[in-house]
């Protein structure tokens, strides 16, 4: 997959994920799921999400995954209402829920690492390669220290002047 094709999976997981959560609100078809939508294209998207993440800093997909509709909502209803459904539906929503969360701990385990590397004294904006060459600009300037606090010999107008331009 490339950069494309996992933020189009991503995002019709995303969406399948909210109307499978519609369904279980109004308490309708919800046997009827598994047959309407497509829960196996899930199951084969998510090993090659990882791979994808394996390989790649990009920092909008992890901040997208973030953003994600969590899956509490979906386990917590299987759970309360696993009488009411067919146990096909139990077996293949709870594939599903298993799947997604599955994506949002290597999300979270690769924004650590990412976070852990060079990056690690930056707030999320900058914690990527421009602004670190931006901020690594103004530690040669004499603005910044290493760890891109004013510098001690930085005037409080020079601080000043640089919050003005933001």
Known sequence: MNRQEVALSLAEIDKLHRQVVY????????DSLPTNFDFDGVQ??????????KGHDYRGLINFIESMFPTDYLKRTLNERSKKYKPYTIAVLTRFSESIDKIYECSTLFNKLYKAGPYENLVDPLANVRGAELLQRAVKAGFLDEKYQLAEKTTKVESAVSKSRK
């Not at 084969?44 to 993440?53: A, H, L, N, R, T």
Request: glycine residues 0%.
């Open 44 to 53: 084969k998207w998510v090993p090659e999400i990882i791979d994808y993440m």
């Open 23 to 30: 369904y279980l609100d109004v308490d309708e078809q919800v």
